[in-house]
């Protein structure tokens, strides 16, 4: 099959010919039909991390359709239609057992040994690493069902690419995460695809009033359409002194989306006293040091909270906001901003940057 892999940190995703293994056990394989440019793969594609060596075949925001399945694979049939998600899950650890499936103690349950099963990827009969149990950026892919959701067939492939990460990251800091309650008020700092996701997730749980604070312009339009009420230009006023103006005091609930220290201090200063922030991004350079002040948080009662994968059941949450999307309720098609080859994702990496841009889908493969 065809895979974009990247050689060497910094070098780039290269389209070759990759050998993709039959399914043993559990594993299920899913010819993809869409996979999306999330930043994080671009950070594995240029900075050293012990799980990812390369040679590696890297995407995880994955949509397609079931080819083939293990002989214990019980949950999908040839046929189906599902989504990948990187949340590595076990079912049998306490926290899978009591719905915390983001919190897994053995994610390592989902993937092969190869020693003993043989590598899932391999070129020239050598291994391949596969980025988070999924390597999507490719035509084939072969998941430990656990790391797919089953999805209605009437839902199309390029927006529900991204439910299983950008979705339901954004979405779930919100709604799992924070519980957001009607009448409340929300903060996101970073309206990117996670960011536009909270947004819009805020709005869904009725919240009064939604302020998105970002740097670019055209980012915050967006984020207008997505149900931001207000927004902030945090590069041209200062977002603290206006987000406490528009709020009267504050904010319930600020989502820092960024993922460093001083969009963390933004988020605790433009809450109000007993509100909460959530730290839900983290910048590719680690996001520094958060200083706190403990009178201040104490007299304050604010609560820090970091949140991963928006707090999210897969199983339970990607159907949800399937739905959602089907009964218009729930806007993914704005977040699909370019549709591009399986050769383009250098370039579409590029045109990430762009304040324009969402999200880049690879529909073509």
């Not at 394989?29 to 012990?50: K, N, Q, W």
């Not at 915390?100 to 050598?126: F, M, V």
């Not at 490719?138 to 492939?157: D, K």
């Not at 963390?264 to 959530?278: I, K």
Request: glycine share 14%; with cysteine; hydrophobic share 45%.
């Amino acid at each position: 099959m065809k895979a974009a892999v990247v050689d060497a940190l910094g070098s780039g995703f290269v389209v070759q010919d990759v050998d993709i293994a039959k399914p043993q056990g559990r594993e299920v394989l899913v010819e993809v039909r869409a996979s999306g440019l999330c930043h994080t793969d671009l950070t594995f594609a240029t900075h050293a991390f012990a799980g990812f060596p390369p040679p590696v075949v890297l995407g995880h925001e994955l949509a397609g359709v079931v080819v083939d399945v293990g002989p214990y694979a019980r949950s999908f049939s040839v046929g189906d239609h599902v989504v990948g998600c990187l949340v590595q899950w076990c079912g049998t650890c306490p926290a899978c057992l009591d719905g915390r499936a983001y919190q897994c103690a053995n994610q390592g349950a989902t993937l092969r040994d190869p020693a003993k099963d043989g590598p899932r990827l391999s070129r020239a009969g050598l291994p391949v690493t596969q980025g988070m149990g999924l390597g999507a950026f490719a035509q084939q892919a072969l998941v430990h069902e656990n790391q797919l959701t089953a999805v209605p067939r009437r839902l199309p492939f390029a927006p529900a690419a991204l439910l299983g990460c950008g979705v339901l990251t954004g979405a779930g800091s919100v709604l799992n995460g924070a519980r957001v309650r009607a009448g409340e008020t929300v903060a996101v700092i970073g309206a990117g695809g996670v960011g536009l996701n909270a947004v819009a997730a805020a709005r869904l749980a009725g919240a009064s009033r939604v302020v998105a604070v970002d740097v670019q312009d055209g980012t915050l339009r967006r984020a207008r359409d997505f149900g931001a009420t207000d927004v902030v230009n945090s590069a041209a006023v200062d977002a603290v002194a206006a987000v406490r103006e528009l709020t009267g005091g504050g904010v319930r609930h600020a989502f820092d989306i960024v993922g460093v220290a001083a969009t963390a201090e933004q988020a605790l200063r433009m809450t109000a006293p007993g509100g909460g922030v959530y730290i839900v991004g983290l910048a590719g350079g680690g996001g520094g040091e958060l200083k706190l002040s403990l009178p201040r948080l104490l007299l304050e009662q604010k609560s820090i909270q970091g949140l991963i994968m928006g707090s999210g059941n897969p199983r339970r949450d990607i159907p949800r906001y399937a739905d959602l999307y089907l009964q218009g309720r729930l806007n993914l098609d704005g977040l699909v901003s370019r549709q591009i080859a399986l050769d383009g994702i250098d370039a579409g990496y590029a045109a990430a940057r762009d304040p324009e841009v969402a999200r880049v889908v690879i529909t073509s493969f």
